[in-house]
């Protein structure tokens, strides 16, 4: 299966997760293209200043890659910086926020595979 680009749906989600400014989530795939139990294979824009607010994931792991920038990463309390080409994943009952504290844009493939 191919999806285009053209096909896939973009999403603006201000203050997502009670984050700063908006995340823009385009999905790269959507339930039904695939037969697996992922929630959400998208692609995640954070403009600078912009961030996705702290949370939790139960019953379900998020996988982040940096694919472009830089972000700083809340990993249960613990900040981080996640530079191009590095990748981290949040388990169940785990929670965490990323942010764009730079000047540049940051590009970030995630996806949240269902632990059910």
């Known amino acids: 299966m191919i999806k285009r680009s053209h096909l896939m749906v973009n999403t603006v989600k201000p203050q997502m997760r009670g984050g700063i400014g908006q995340a823009i989530v385009t999905e790269m795939l959507s ?10 294979i998208a692609t995640i824009t954070l ?6 607010g702290e949370h939790v994931h139960d019953n379900e792991e998020e996988v982040f890659y940096i694919i472009e920038g830089t972000a700083s990463y809340n990993d249960n309390g613990k900040n981080e910086t996640l ?3 590095d990748s981290c994943i949040c388990y169940s009952g785990q929670k965490h926020s990323i942010a764009n504290k730079a000047d540049q844009g940051t590009l970030i493939i995630a996806a949240i ?4």
């Open 31 to 40: 339930a039904g293209d695939y037969n697996g139990k992922a929630r959400l």
């Open 47 to 52: 403009e600078p200043g912009c961030s996705i």
């Open 83 to 85: 530079n191009k080409g």
């Open 113 to 116: 595979i269902l632990t059910l």
